[in-house]
């Protein structure tokens, strides 16, 4: 399963790194007031889904109920992560009316279920912007201890920005280096203006050349970033 480096080398940096976020989650999460999270980034590629799909395996293994929303409708990527079927996922779910039962992937990983995006609709923005949609989440939330929520870039598309007012957290995903500055606070001032609560940001792809994170640095360089990936 490509990306699933906590699954792959539990004990590296990079997974470890991983686990700190879970603990800030979890810290968070003091009065049980925090369900769902949104992962977003300014712009694509700076590894949203990736940084989603390793957190919520840690926050599984904590014995946590877990479940993945990929409501990136226009880049799905998390069936290709975990290497499952997108036949049925949320966009049709939400056309069909049909229980979400039949369709969770549940024999993942231990505690961890996974809705995954569905067809790729034409009006992506339409569909998230709908009381059929908040709603789904919010029946959702009666079966989890955090649901995890797959966006698109906050810059180029409304889509994350309509689905932060739907959630109690917002995570901003920041890849070191390959973003401007002012990008990540343009994002962030998009989310704000619509009342998003963010509960922190992670710096990602850090190029650590330190012998401690040799690792780090190895899967680093072993990624080449495709455009627009
Ligand atoms: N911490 C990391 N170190 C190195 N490469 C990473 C890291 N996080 C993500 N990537 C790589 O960056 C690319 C984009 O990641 P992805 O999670 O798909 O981004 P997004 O969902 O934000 O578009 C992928 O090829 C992924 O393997
Ligand atoms: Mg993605």
Known sequence: MKDLIVKKHPKSPVSEAYRAVRTNIQFANIDKDTKTILVTSATPGEGKSTTLSNVAITLADSGNKVLIMDCDFRKPKVHKTFEISNAVGITDLLLSGEDFQAHVHKAIHKNLHILTAGRVPS??????????????????????????????????????????????????????????????????????KVGADILGVVINKINIKSRNHYYYYYYHEKKKRKKND
């Not at 959702?140 to 810059?155: G, M, R, S």
């Open 123 to 192: 009006n992506p923005s339409e569909i998230l912007d709908s009381k059929t949609m908040k709603q789904f989440i919010e029946h959702l939330k009666t079966f989890y201890d955090f649901i995890l929520i797959d966006t698109p870039p906050v810059l180029p598309v409304t889509d994350a920005v309509i689905l932060s007012t739907y959630v109690d957290k917002v995570i901003l995903v920041c890849a070191s280096g390959d973003v401007a500055i002012d990008y990540a606070k343009r994002a962030k001032e998009s989310l704000d």
